[in-house]
Protein backbone atom coordinates (compact mmCIF):
# COMPACT_ATOMS: atom_id res chain seq x y z
CA UNK A 1 0.00 0.00 0.00
CA UNK A 2 2.95 1.98 0.93
CA UNK A 3 4.50 2.20 -2.73
CA UNK A 4 0.71 2.50 -4.24
CA UNK A 5 0.40 5.72 -2.10
CA UNK A 6 3.78 7.10 -3.17
CA UNK A 7 3.16 7.15 -6.61
CA UNK A 8 -0.26 8.94 -6.46
CA UNK A 9 1.18 11.66 -4.26
CA UNK A 10 4.49 11.75 -6.70
CA UNK A 11 2.49 11.34 -9.70
CA UNK A 12 1.39 15.37 -9.53
CA UNK A 13 4.95 16.60 -8.18
CA UNK A 14 7.07 18.44 -11.14
CA UNK A 15 9.91 16.00 -10.84
CA UNK A 16 10.68 15.76 -14.58
CA UNK A 17 9.88 18.37 -17.26
CA UNK A 18 6.66 16.90 -18.57
CA UNK A 19 5.09 17.21 -15.19
CA UNK A 20 6.72 20.31 -14.72
CA UNK A 21 5.07 21.79 -17.75
CA UNK A 22 1.66 20.14 -16.86
CA UNK A 23 1.81 22.00 -13.21
CA UNK A 24 2.96 25.00 -14.86
CA UNK A 25 -0.23 24.99 -16.98
CA UNK A 26 -2.09 24.38 -13.94
CA UNK A 27 -0.85 27.59 -12.47
CA UNK A 28 -1.28 29.76 -15.49
CA UNK A 29 -4.74 28.84 -15.04
CA UNK A 30 -4.92 29.32 -11.12
CA UNK A 31 -6.82 32.68 -11.43
CA UNK A 32 -9.59 31.79 -13.67
CA UNK A 33 -10.25 28.54 -11.16
CA UNK A 34 -10.92 31.56 -8.93
CA UNK A 35 -13.15 33.41 -10.83
CA UNK A 36 -14.88 30.95 -13.06
CA UNK A 37 -17.52 28.56 -11.14
CA UNK A 38 -17.21 25.94 -13.79
CA UNK A 39 -13.85 25.54 -13.76
CA UNK A 40 -13.37 26.35 -9.71
CA UNK A 41 -15.91 23.50 -9.27
CA UNK A 42 -13.52 21.12 -11.25
CA UNK A 43 -10.47 22.11 -9.07
CA UNK A 44 -12.45 22.05 -6.12
CA UNK A 45 -13.32 18.34 -5.95
CA UNK A 46 -9.91 16.78 -7.19
CA UNK A 47 -8.10 17.20 -3.83
CA UNK A 48 -11.57 15.27 -2.12
CA UNK A 49 -10.83 12.77 -4.77
CA UNK A 50 -7.20 12.37 -4.54
CA UNK A 51 -7.67 12.27 -0.43
CA UNK A 52 -10.12 9.61 -0.37
CA UNK A 53 -7.71 7.79 -2.60
CA UNK A 54 -5.19 7.95 -0.38
CA UNK A 55 -6.80 7.16 2.65
CA UNK A 56 -8.55 4.63 1.23
CA UNK A 57 -4.45 3.06 1.15
CA UNK A 58 -3.96 3.77 5.02
CA UNK A 59 -7.15 2.48 5.72
CA UNK A 60 -6.10 -1.19 3.39
CA UNK A 61 -2.94 -0.63 5.05
CA UNK A 62 -4.23 -0.73 8.30
CA UNK A 63 -6.02 -4.07 7.47
CA UNK A 64 -3.18 -5.70 6.63
CA UNK A 65 -1.07 -4.51 9.19
CA UNK A 66 1.73 -1.62 7.78
CA UNK A 67 -0.46 1.23 9.65
CA UNK A 68 -0.87 0.88 13.00
CA UNK A 69 -4.68 1.35 14.22
CA UNK A 70 -4.74 4.32 15.79
CA UNK A 71 -3.99 6.34 12.76
CA UNK A 72 -6.88 8.25 10.99
CA UNK A 73 -6.69 7.57 7.65
CA UNK A 74 -8.86 10.13 6.16
CA UNK A 75 -6.79 13.10 8.86
CA UNK A 76 -2.94 11.39 7.36
CA UNK A 77 -4.34 11.93 3.90
CA UNK A 78 -5.68 15.34 4.19
CA UNK A 79 -2.17 16.34 5.58
CA UNK A 80 -0.32 14.27 2.91
CA UNK A 81 -2.00 15.87 -0.07
CA UNK A 82 -1.85 19.47 0.93
CA UNK A 83 2.34 19.10 1.95
CA UNK A 84 2.74 17.21 -2.01
CA UNK A 85 0.21 20.28 -3.29
CA UNK A 86 2.66 22.65 -1.10
CA UNK A 87 5.91 21.01 -1.99
CA UNK A 88 4.83 21.44 -5.98
CA UNK A 89 5.20 24.90 -5.86
CA UNK A 90 8.49 24.58 -3.69
CA UNK A 91 10.02 22.51 -6.99
CA UNK A 92 8.93 24.61 -9.42
CA UNK A 93 10.11 27.91 -7.26
CA UNK A 94 13.61 25.93 -7.11
CA UNK A 95 13.51 26.68 -3.12
CA UNK A 96 13.64 22.66 -2.94
CA UNK A 97 14.97 20.02 -5.75
CA UNK A 98 12.91 17.10 -6.76
CA UNK A 99 15.12 15.22 -4.88
CA UNK A 100 14.08 16.80 -1.68
CA UNK A 101 10.90 16.93 -2.39
CA UNK A 102 10.28 12.90 -2.93
CA UNK A 103 12.86 12.58 0.14
CA UNK A 104 9.91 14.68 2.03
CA UNK A 105 7.06 12.68 0.98
CA UNK A 106 8.74 9.18 1.83
CA UNK A 107 9.64 10.37 5.34
CA UNK A 108 5.75 11.11 6.42
CA UNK A 109 4.91 7.56 4.27
CA UNK A 110 7.44 5.86 6.43
CA UNK A 111 5.32 7.74 9.24
CA UNK A 112 2.98 6.25 8.81
CA UNK A 113 3.41 2.73 7.22
CA UNK A 114 5.28 0.99 9.80
CA UNK A 115 4.34 -2.03 11.11
CA UNK A 116 1.40 -1.56 13.72
CA UNK A 117 3.27 -3.62 16.30
CA UNK A 118 6.87 -1.74 15.58
CA UNK A 119 8.25 1.44 15.75
Not at 77 to 101: C, H, K, N, S
Request: aromatic share 6%.
Amino acid sequence: MRAIARAVLLEPLPLDEERRNRHLVYVAYFVRFLTDPALAKVVRDAPHALESLVAGLIAQGQELGQVPRDLDPAAEAAFLVAAADGIQTTVLLEQRTPEEAVALIDHQLARIFIAATGG
